[in-house]
């Protein structure tokens, strides 16, 4: 997620003269003309994408119009215990095949503290339609039954903060099990649509889509759930697309890029064999939009000591001979892995339809030059990527005490006379590497991180950091940083972390809070936008 060891998971504004405002769209025409032909921009595209949240009960992203694929997995309770962790009969798309005498087998959809803000509900609240197959007794909790009939149920959601809704399976006839079931939210949207209206309309206007939380989610790469098989991959089939679980299939990523008309980005599992990747990209060609690019790296922040990948990396690095330098063999196999899946996909797609990513960790520019000075990688990958947070320091254990102590003010000065500045010089210094080898910088994601790291709970902090987060300044200071970006960069492509997500002790990395947040109260998508739209 970020450029540190433990990871929680502006834009022009309008321009005052018409002098300023013509030199900003020079500079912006002379970069896209210069950008190399597999990472050149749209037509009709700022350089600007974005990053999705998970997929999980509590996400307030709301993606879906049928929140039932958003659901947590099934676990076991009775009528009078809320859990009892007894296993489940599932089948293999996860469908509850029979159930123990008084045995119920339950799920939340949309539920838990982070879908409120201010005591009021952010999803749609009315009447839901609940669809299924097969014959069994289905129970709602936090809504009610106003209408019932075989195969489909209407249910009225009108919950009290924090509340919001659930299911259970309380009887099953194993021999027609329940199935199938889903539960479509209030909505407008024309017969047969799978994404929720004002999901599509809020990434209006991004030029890629980094999918990276709906193949690994926050369990970020963990052996046990992220496939790397292709038997093991997610299905249409499954009953949830959960990214702690298995993650979202690769048709509905490609069917969200055709709707929004981005260029999808996929980070490939670093246990993911070569026939997953063949198999990956042969789907991603037979169903994306031809005239969208893919971009395509190996892992995730292979550099990272908190994620499974960096250990994996060294230890094949070592075991190829690629060094007998740990770090330099993790790096070397970083780089070799990157050209492997980008020459698979490029097999596949086409050379012109791939863009290969070679991410390196921001803070440390000489990684970047020993990757691309190795074996020749720099005239195998077609862009070098960084992610260029600001902020990070602030949380951090030695600034607890002088952050705890800080004033709005007096933490917008810190972040503007120093985390920007510092940010935009190790951009500027990875983008000079990137030059030299003929390559544009890019930015795999990126935006504030006010986030504590390290140290005891702190109210006062959070408080601090949620204010900063809403204040219109926090718009200003994106202008800034991007402006900054794209003066050290020539106009490279630049991905936000997340479009949407909730703002709390594990983070606030969504431009949004929650999906139809109003723009003015969402600095960062407001700056965003902007930037966009000029």
């Known amino acids: 997620m970020s450029d540190c060891q433990f990871r929680i998971h502006r834009v022009f504004v309008s321009t005052k003269s018409s002098i300023v405002g013509l030199a900003r769209v020079l500079i912006f025409l002379s970069a896209c003309a210069l950008l190399p032909q597999q990472a050149s921009c749209s037509d009709d595209r700022s350089p600007i994408g974005t990053g999705l949240d998970g997929i999980q009960y509590w996400s307030t992203e709301l993606p879906f119009l049928d929140v039932f694929k958003t659901s947590s997995p099934w676990f076991s309770g009775t009528a009078e215990v809320w859990e009892n962790h007894q296993p489940l009969d599932l089948d293999e798309h996860g469908w509850v095949r029979s159930l123990k005498d008084g045995q119920q087998a339950k799920t939340l959809m949309m539920f838990g503290p ?84 004002v999901f599509l309309e809020r990434l209006h206007g991004y030029k890629v889509l980094r999918f990276i939380a709906w193949m690994f989610g926050p369990s970020n790469e963990d052996p046990a759930f992220t496939p790397h098989t292709w038997s093991a991959r997610p299905t249409l089939e499954d009953a949830r697309w959960e990214s702690t679980r298995r993650g979202v299939p690769v048709e509905i990523m490609v069917q969200l890029a055709n709707r929004v008309g981005a260029d999808p980005w996929f980070s490939i599992p670093h246990l993911a064999d070569d026939e997953f990747v063949r198999r990956f990209a042969e789907t991603v060609r037979d169903s994306l939009d031809p005239k969208l690019k893919v971009y395509v790296e190996h892992s995730n922040e292979v550099w990272n000591s908190s994620y499974p990948q960096k250990a994996y990396a060294q230890e094949r690095g070592l075991a190829l001979g690629l060094s007998t330098d740990p770090d330099e063999a993790r790096t070397r196999y970083h780089a070799w892995r990157t050209r492997e899946i980008g020459e698979i996909f490029e097999q596949v797609l086409g050379r012109d339809r791939v863009v290969k990513v070679l991410a390196m960790f921001t803070e440390m520019p000489d990684l970047s030059e020993q990757a691309l000075a190795w074996d020749g990688t720099a005239s195998h990958v077609n862009a070098l990527a960084i992610a260029p947070y600001f902020g990070y320091e602030l949380g951090l254990v030695e600034h607890n005490a002088r952050v705890e102590r800080m004033t709005l003010d007096e933490l917008f000065q810190e972040l503007e006379t120093h985390a920007l500045p510092e940010a935009n010089q190790f951009t500027i210094q990875q983008a000079k590497i990137a030059r030299r080898y003929g390559l544009p910088c890019i930015a795999y994601e990126g935006g504030q991180h006010l986030v504590r790291l390290e140290g005891q709970p702190n109210e006062r902090i959070e408080q601090l950091f949620n204010a900063a987060n809403r204040d219109p300044r926090m718009g200003r200071l994106y202008t800034r940083y991007l402006e900054d970006w794209s003066r050290a960069t020539g106009g490279q492509l630049f991905v936000h972390l997340m479009n949407c997500g909730e703002s709390g002790s594990a983070g606030r990395w969504g431009a949004l809070e929650y999906i139809d947040q109003p723009r003015a109260q969402a600095p960062k998508y407001d700056a965003l936008q902007q930037f966009m739209g000029n």
Request: charged share 20%; no cysteine.
């Open 114 to 197: 982070p879908m409120w803000v201010d005591s009021v509900p952010r999803f749609p609240t009315g009447r839901y339609v609940v669809d299924y197959e097969g014959e069994g007794t289905i129970e709602y909790y936090r809504a009610h039954v106003v209408e019932r009939a075989p195969g489909r149920d209407v249910i009225k959601l009108d919950p009290q903060p924090g509340e919001g809704l659930g299911l259970s399976i309380t009887s099953v006839n194993p021999h027609n099990y329940l199935r199938n079931i889903r539960v479509i939210m209030p909505n407008n949207a024309p017969p047969g649509e799978m994404f929720n209206p």
